[in-house]
């Protein structure tokens, strides 16, 4: 038997209907409570006397696309306690329902705070009103930062990493529970101190997963020193990687050798390569300059003084930091070259004529390219000498981890040149190899092996950051927790910000991205 459909299921409950009016536009409806009495807020004693009435205007959630007044006939009712310091006061509801001085109904208060959550202020309030719920920006973020942050249950395993308020200018740190897959607090910077004492007030936790760097080390064995350190898996894999890019740009000089392109004809360059080529020759001179002040036992300090370069360049200089390689700068016509080199081997030199073949082999550059490039095939004619082309020190590592069958045949031919001439290059791509092998197959027993040969190679460096830091990258290895997740909730993070245009505060990031988990 179907059920009769009554007036006061439209509104919240606890009130019953006396009147309902529309305008076309919007429907006002009157109510009153159900209750007889209401508990005084003072002291907790509920009373049945009536004082007065008035009435209380709220917005409700929309009916058929048009927008809810609510007219509640409120009371106000005397104390009977003689110890209440309230003579009169105001009817209250259920906290579910509405909230003392409420302008909205819960319900709808709830609605306003989770546009907020998913949208931000602006965004929200066009949206809410095509939902026919016109609310502010301004009430919205009011409404954000009122409710602030869930409280989160304590955690026991963590990631901590650090995220931007503006790139390489300032940053703060978000921890994340990795168990329960959500945020649970911003810090407004990155310092230690600050992870500390937060962490401090978190006994609990026994496992905390971080990035390589040492604040975050360091803060959390002051803070938890019987907690399990676990360094990031990918952060470790993209270390290796970049250490052999390092080892590749260290031995550029050997590379240029094997590879037939250490001497540099100035008649074969371009005029912004050969500006290039001359800051490459200053550059030059200012290495050798302060090599040999401080082989006479001249002190860094008199040095920079004496130079008036910083103090960090200097110790990259003597440190063999700043190898400094010049090469002829790539273009677009790399894919290109061999097929050109025929042609102009079978006698085509006219460039235009090349340009609207190559247009048909798939090149999207403009003619001047095959001009200069003509020209410069002319210019090495002349002087009897083809022009030279290194790789960049990225192109040449990309070539040496990837498959042999990816290569092409002058690419394979390069590679097997800097194979034979460097040596030392190919023991620190096996080292690094190695290394990240023994993180995906999670081979903790070949670690010290492992150290043992890559503190005698090209990348020592990163040798001696796993050793200093070699608890946590065996936990890493072992342990089945990293930091993936916390990246995650980084990116989420990022989003909220970019939809505020990089102008929340922390507490509304903090509500934003706490309160939607």
Known sequence: MPQTFRASA?????????????????????????ETASICPGCGTRSDRVHSRYYRRLADLPIAGRPVRLMVRARRFYCRAVLCGRLVFAERFDGDVLAPWGRRTARLDHIVHHLGLALGGRPAASFARRL???????????????RGSPPFVPPTIIGID???????????????????????????????????EWLSRQPQIAVVAR?????????????????????????????????????VRKSMRQIRSVVGAAT??????????????????????????????AKDGIAIKEIVRRTGYSRCLVRRILRGQRSDIFRVRESSLELYLP??????????????????????????GSLRVISEWATRRRQADKVGSAPSRTPAART????????????????????????????????????????????????????????E?????????????????????????????????????????KLVKRQMYGRGKLDLLQARVMGSA
Request: aromatic share 6%; glycine share 4%.
């Open 10 to 34: 439209l509104v919240p409950r606890g009130f019953l209907v006396d009147e309902i009016t529309s305008d076309g536009a919007s429907a006002l409806i009157t109510v009153r409570s159900i």
């Open 132 to 146: 026919m719920v016109p609310v502010s920006k301004d009430t919205l973020l009011r409404v954000i930062r009122r």
């Open 162 to 196: 650090d995220w931007a308020w503006r790139r390489n200018q300032r940053y703060g740190t978000l921890i994340c529970d990795l168990e329960r897959r959500r945020t649970i607090a911003l810090l407004p910077d990155r310092e230690p101190a600050t992870a500390k």
């Open 211 to 247: 990035d390589r760097g040492g604040a975050y080390a360091l803060a959390a064995a002051k803070a938890l020193p019987d907690a399990t350190q676990v360094a990031d898996r990918w952060h470790l894999m993209e270390n290796a990687s970049r250490a052999f890019l390092d080892a």
């Open 264 to 293: 540099i004809n100035p008649k074969l360059l371009t005029a912004a390569e050969r500006i290039q080529y001359e800051g490459y020759l200053r550059r030059e001179e200012d290495n050798a300059a302060i090599l040999r002040l």
């Open 339 to 364: 097929w050109l080199d025929e042609r102009w081997a079978a006698g085509d030199r006219n460039a235009t004529a090349l340009w609207r073949r190559l247009k048909q082999e798939g090149f999207r």
């Open 396 to 451: 040449i590592a990309r070539l040496l981890t990837i498959s042999r069958d990816q290569l092409s045949r002058s690419e394979a031919l390069t590679v097997a040149a800097i194979e034979d001439g460097v040596p030392l290059l190919v023991e620190a791509r096996e080292i690094v190899a190695a290394f990240q092998a023994m993180v995906r197959k999670r081979c903790l027993d070949v670690l010290d092996p492992w150290l």
């Open 453 to 493: 040969r890559a503190r005698s190679s090209l990348v020592v460096s990163f040798a001696n950051g796993v050793l200093k830091d070699k608890a946590a990258v065996s936990a890493a290895i072992t342990s089945p927790w990293s930091n993936g997740q916390t990246e995650g909730q980084i990116t989420k993070l």
